[in-house]
């Protein structure tokens, strides 16, 4: 599914009457894309949730380093009641 807003990203691929029809907001009912349209759609999506799943990577590294670092604090602190 090639939304709108992907269309409006990268630019209607030439000669797509699909294209040409989301950019002018008219329904796209039994209108076909064309071969390249798609392959293109389909390599920026594709690079797309790549960035998209390194980011999550990202965020679940960064995350757990939080975690731990918050553990470890509260860690210290047991350790600095109990030695008290
Ligand atoms: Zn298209």
């Known amino acids: 599914m090639i ?3 992907d269309v409006e990203l990268m630019g209607p691929a030439a000669g797509c009457p699909t294209c040409r ?9 039994g ?11 389909e390599r920026v999506m594709a690079r797309d949730k790549d960035h998209r799943y390194e980011r999550a990577f990202e965020n679940l590294m960064h995350e757990d380093e939080e975690t731990v670092r918050r553990k470890n604090v509260n860690r210290h602190a047991v350790e600095e009641r109990e030695l008290n």
């Open 3 to 5: 939304r709108r807003e």
């Open 31 to 41: 209108v076909p894309r064309t071969e390249e349209c798609r392959r293109r759609h």
């Open 21 to 29: 029809k989301q950019m002018m907001k008219e329904p796209l009912a």
